[in-house]
């Protein structure tokens, strides 16, 4: 990860800087690496494979369908979903 060799030149920089109190280098230095931990979780998570929607996508399309059934209209697939919504919107 890229985040790495930018946390090594700062923590290097935040040691040896003569403006920066010596009180304030470990906090800031600990609070950059706590920084850096959690951009390699959040990392990590991006990375897993996401879970397969197309099953959620089928189910969601049925419950539709047996509510528009309930109400008389006939069953749609998502184009038409979207065509509604839109022209919903417009009235």
Do not use: C
């Not at 790495?4 to 800031?28: C, F, N």
């Not at 951009?39 to 539709?64: F, G, H, N, T, Y």
């Amino acid at each position: 990860m890229a985040f790495g060799v930018i946390v090594k030149h700062l923590r290097w920089y935040i040691m040896t800087s003569e403006v920066i109190p010596r009180e304030h280098q470990v906090a800031l230095v600990d609070a950059l690496e706590d920084v850096f931990r959690k951009l390699q979780q959040a990392q990590r998570k991006e990375r897993r494979p996401s879970p397969d929607m197309s099953d959620r996508r089928a189910e969601w399309i049925d419950d539709v369908n047996a509510i528009r059934a309930r109400h008389g209209k006939r069953p749609v697939g998502e184009r038409r979903l979207v065509d509604e919504l839109i022209v919903g919107m417009l009235k």
